[in-house]
């Protein structure tokens, strides 16, 4: 009898650890988590119509992870968001209010004229991502560059103003 209640015991914990690491996973994940909005047009911006990369989107996830890295320099705020897949200009930038936010359109592109997909597991479409920075940023001067599936962008800081002493002037009696 004390063997199975140790069984007991010991799925329990499992269970116990099991949904903590699924909590914890999901708390991390919460704002990478990305909806993409798939699009009947391919990556010339053609209409797809009922092309099979249509069908192909159809069936394709429309959930995907974009996980980004944000740094405080001492001069600059430094972000890094994993997305392969895109071009350059597939992407639209901007800070807003105290957010990056990055839009753009990741393509399904078709390389192979025959066969075809027989499994899709990368998710495809537009999609947009709010970063909340964590000081002001001059966004007049920020920079960015995408390589190797990496997007880095980064904002300068906002200097702030220089403390003033505000002079009392005579009342004039």
Not at 21 to 41: K, V, Y
Not at 70 to 80: C, G, Q, R, S, Y
Not at 85 to 98: L, N, Q, Y
Request: proline letters at 5%; hydrophobic letters at 40%; charged letters at 30%.
């Amino acid at each position: 009898m004390a063997t199975l209640a140790q069984l007991h015991d010991r799925l329990s914990n499992t269970w116990q650890h099991l949904a903590e690491g699924w909590s914890h996973l999901r708390r991390r994940a919460a704002h990478a988590l990305i909806r993409f909005t798939p699009s009947c047009q391919d990556a010339a911006g053609k209409s797809a119509g009922t092309s099979t990369v249509d069908q192909a989107l159809r069936y394709a996830p429309h959930w995907g992870l974009l996980t980004a890295d944000v740094w405080l320099e001492d001069d600059a705020v430094v972000v890094t968001v994993e997305i392969p897949g895109m071009d350059k200009d597939d992407f639209d930038i901007r800070v807003e209010d105290d957010f990056l936010v990055i839009r753009g359109t990741k393509h399904l592109r078709r390389e192979h004229k025959e066969g075809h997909y027989y499994r899709l597991e990368c998710a495809y479409g537009a999609i947009e991502r709010a970063i909340a920075l964590p000081v002001e940023v001059d966004e007049r001067q920020a920079k960015a560059r995408y390589r190797h599936g990496v997007l880095q962008i980064r904002l300068p800081r906002r200097r702030p103003l220089t403390p003033r002493r505000v002079p009392i002037q005579d009342a004039g009696d």
